[in-house]
Nanobody, 129 residues
Framework: QVQLVESGGGLVQAGGSLRLSCAASGRTFAMYAMAWFRQAPGKEREFVAGVSASGGNTDYGDSVKGRFTISRDNAKSTVFLQMHSLNPEDTAVYLC??????????????????????WGQGTQVTVSS
């Protein structure tokens, strides 16, 4: 079992930056692939970015490639999402998710929400034009 708590959301102007954090409880953080998803009102949940348990592999949704960077700090059981060049289409609730993997060396990064067993409550990101 792992609990995830997101922070760092807020209101930012178009072109600005934000850094989201997701702190995980539990002692097996290194065994989890981690990801950020987002959900805007009336839209389906969207894969934003993911990082493998090993940290050696990352993946991004097409709409954020080149603007967002995901990283993890296993010593702090935290995953980050650095967001640059934000635009109003990035407005959404951003959710952190964890997928338990069989090995900390796993390089798998699932892109579908049903692959992830644990979810945070989300943090709101609002980008004004």
């Amino acid at each position: 079992q792992v609990q995830l708590v997101e922070s760092g959301g807020g209101l930012v102007q178009a072109g600005g930056s934000l850094r989201l954090s997701c702190a995980a409880s539990g002692r097996t953080f290194a065994m989890y692939a981690m990801a950020w998803f987002r959900q805007a009102p009336g839209k389906e949940r969207e894969f934003v970015a993911g990082v493998s348990a090993s940290g050696g592999n990352t993946d991004y949704g097409d709409s954020v490639k080149g603007r967002f960077t995901i990283s993890r700090d296993n010593a702090k059981s935290t995953v980050f999402l650095q967001m640059h060049s934000l635009n109003p289409e990035d407005t959404a609730v951003y959710l952190c998710a964890a997928d338990p993997r069989p090995s900390p060396n796993s390089r798998v990064v699932p892109r579908t929400s049903d692959s992830y067993d644990y979810w945070g409550q989300g943090t709101q990101v609002t980008v004004s034009s």
